[in-house]
Nanobody, 120 residues
Framework: QVQLVESGGGLVQAGGSLRLSCAAS????????MGWFRQAPGKEREFVAS????????NYADSVKGRFTISRDNAKNTVSLQMNSLKPEDTAIYYC?????????????WGQGTQVTVSS
């Protein structure tokens, strides 16, 4: 099984930055597409960003384009989400996700989630 563990969440003021990280239990995951979803209170889980196994293809939700950057380091077995210019509406639990080759709307593997709270 593939286990995903998120870290880096916390409380930040609007306009600030946070960097989320996700580590996989396997030594490498170069053949896995990975990404991030989030779920705010009272709302359904939504897609945030994804990155292909090669790291050459990335996708972002319109709400985070220009502010968030996803990256991966296969040598370190991690994927990260750099979040800049944070807004209160970014407040949510952020989940790391992974799927072999392609990341679908409902990926096969999920992490436990990490809380991100943006104050106004």
């Amino acid at each position: 099984q593939v286990q995903l563990v998120e870290s880096g969440g916390g409380l930040v003021q609007a306009g600030g930055s946070l960097r989320l990280s996700c580590a996989a239990s396997r030594r490498t995951f170069s053949n896995y597409a990975m990404g991030w979803f989030r779920q705010a209170p009272g709302k359904e889980r939504e897609f945030v960003a994804s990155i292909s196994w090669s790291g050459t293809s990335v996708n972002y939700a319109d709400s985070v384009k220009g502010r968030f950057t996803i990256s991966r380091d296969n040598a370190k077995n991690t994927v990260s989400l750099q979040m800049n210019s944070l807004k209160p509406e970014d407040t949510a639990i952020y989940y790391c996700a992974a799927n072999l080759y392609v990341l679908p709307r409902v990926p096969e593997y999920w992490g436990q989630g990490t809380q991100v709270t943006v104050s106004s």
